[in-house]
């Protein structure tokens, strides 16, 4: 990259997503009754920097400033921390009159502003002479106290000193959300970034700022960000961060006891863990005394209680520091606990395989399969893969091959993925095996790779020929209408779909009846039939949550969503779209470049191009992590479920307008269905 744009990185970032609390701050500071300004918050999270720009902002007023540093080595000296604040000539030998002294000369009766704000960073850890000064003062109106407390430390008595009484605000600092992530990340790259860096970069850093910079500065460093001209995008998937970084997190999590330190261990080399599991090897109050100091995190789920680390980054030094013998014998432990109980949960086959299997190399092939059904399930792909590689070939039958194709897919290894399932094809014995591989092999086909349509057609012609029975013909009839759909044949599609019973309820297959209706509305939206098109989808979306039905490959709710954003797109409804596809967006489990996320990703990019906003469109594709388009657009899978079309598109618009042109443009690439573009489009735009 460019070097003013690496310097941009390093420099001082801007303050983001703080304006409630500087607004509160100009608030009481000129208050004659308000005496301070606290601000509390884990490490990380911005507390000295939002207390500098308030500090900033007083001085700007014509206020006089003073700054001090609370540490444990000053706390062992009384007024160590503040002793520079403190004016030549005052007498603290004797409290009372030291106190008038200070007060004396710190004071500037009849100035417009009288009051001397100081600011103190990590109040709790002030000795009790300088709190107990500091609050004397404030009390007398001499001076306005700004102070910064860490959160996790629990309560300090320098903190309730300084802290008490209506006089006094208290803020607490929490850490950025996703726009904050985005606008912190523009404004420092000077450029958009794509929504995938974004997630990828949120997830890593927990919305941590401090946390959150390091990891932009490592990653630039290493060429993993990097802009191609309008885009800031991930190269790869791991983000090195800086030393820094390291030390940071080394030095957060060397407050833990040496008990406490295995319960970290432990987590994070496989996390979440029930909290009935831990306290099998932990005392409670080690888990206590863990939360306490912000290291992990309990939370109920469902009907569980479980425990994670606090932040993604501790487990990856955590497991940095560990020796291999120590990583060993920690997971055997857990695998004699689990054993020790019966391994009687749901959960305990995953995390048995899992200890197994990391500590050993192998583990019971059944038991392998079971968990990686479950890991599957709960959408933790890479688990789920790992698991099933370790099965060994002799127990990998149709069963074994099918489930790591779709998790294959599911984790967005869509080569991989098509390999293993032609397999899988390979090995149907029945009709029903037949089409269970066909379903997820021409899903694989036309949303991760984009193949031609002709392929697609050759596979299900392929299974044509093995399929006797009426309702497995009647799914392959939904495979062809969806192939159909994928390539801009949309009319084609429709008729394909035109006897579908108009209620789930009515059909006598619910998961091809869903499949269809998706479809369906689908082709119905982008010929400009938006209304018929949500009426399909939300008829969908009521039937799956009666039936109780889910998908056997993705999110189906988020494919659903995604359907309804581009039925009420093409409706003229943009804002209602947008919302519903952003609420979609904020429900996905990871930052994982799924074909859910990438159909997601289309329809809001397409909802973008249509409303007038090119670039965003982009971005949104681009971040979506959208296929690599084919060779030839006209047989490629590149309209509904592409993304090269509306990235050509965009770009078009940027450069030349959204002429007759880029229309037809539009059309060809599968954006608007051929022989419908004049439709599709008066629907696109707003009313």
Known sequence: MHRNNRNSVLRRWPLVGREAELSGFDEVL??????????FGPAGVGKSRLAEECLDRAIALGYRAGRAVATAAAASVPLGAIAH?????????????????????????GAARPRMVILVDDIHLLDATSAMLLRQLMDAGVIFLLGTVRSEEGPAPAVSALGHGDAVRQVDLAGFDRDQVTTALERVLEGPVGRSAVNHLLATSGGNPLYLRELVVGAVDAGVLT????????????????????DLIRSRLAVAPHAGRQVLQVLSLYEPLSLAHLEQDAEPEVLDQLERAGLIVVVQEERRTAVRLAHPLHGEVLRADMTARCRRDTLLRQVRLLKRTGARRREDAIHLAAFE???????????????????????????ALDLLRAIPQDHRGFRIELLSGKTLYEA????????????????????????SALVVRTQNLMWGLGTSYAKVLDVIESARCRVTDPLGRRVLLVNEAAAALTVGEVRHSLALSADLEREGTHAPDAQTWLWAAMTRSMAL?????????????????????????????????????????????????????REVGERAFAGLPDATATADRRMLAFYLARGAWAA???????????????????????????????S????????????????????????????????????????????
């Open 30 to 39: 000129p208050e004659a009754r308000s005496a301070g300004f606290l601000i």
């Open 85 to 109: 604040l403190l004016p030549d000539g005052a007498d603290l030998s004797d409290p009372v009159s030291g106190f008038a002294d200070v007060a004396a000369l710190l004071s500037r009766p």
């Open 227 to 246: 802009c191609d001209g309008e885009i800031w995008d991930m190269t790869a998937d791991r983000l090195p961060g800086t030393r820094r970084l390291t």
């Open 357 to 383: 299997l990391a500590a050993t190399g192998t583990a019971d092939p059944g038991l392998l399969v079971r968990a990686a059904v479950l890991a599957a399930h709960a959408h933790a792909y890479p688990r």
């Open 412 to 435: 967005g290894d869509f080569q991989q993925a098509e390999d293993v399932l032609s397999r899988a094809d390979a090995m149907a014995a029945t009709e029903q095996e037949v089409l």
């Open 525 to 577: 939206a982008v010929t400009g039939r938006g209304e018929e098109a949500e009426g399909w989808i939300r008829r969908a979306i009521a039937f799956s949550s009666t039936a109780g039905e889910t998908r056997a490959t993705a999110t189906q709710e988020v494919a659903h969503q995604a359907v309804l954003a581009l039925a009420l797109a093409e409706s003229g409804r943009l804002a209602e779209a």
């Open 612 to 642: 007038g906003h090119p670039a965003p469109g982009a971005a949104l594709v681009r971040g979506g992590r959208p296929i690599v388009p084919p060779a030839h657009p006209g047989d490629a899978v590149d309209g509904v479920g592409g």
């Open 644 to 687: 090269g079309g509306i990235r050509r598109v965009a770009g078009g618009r940027r450069r030349g307008g959204s002429g007759p042109g880029r229309t037809r443009s539009a059309a060809r690439h599968g954006i608007l269905p051929r022989g419908e573009t004049g439709r599709g489009l008066a629907a696109c735009r707003p009313r």
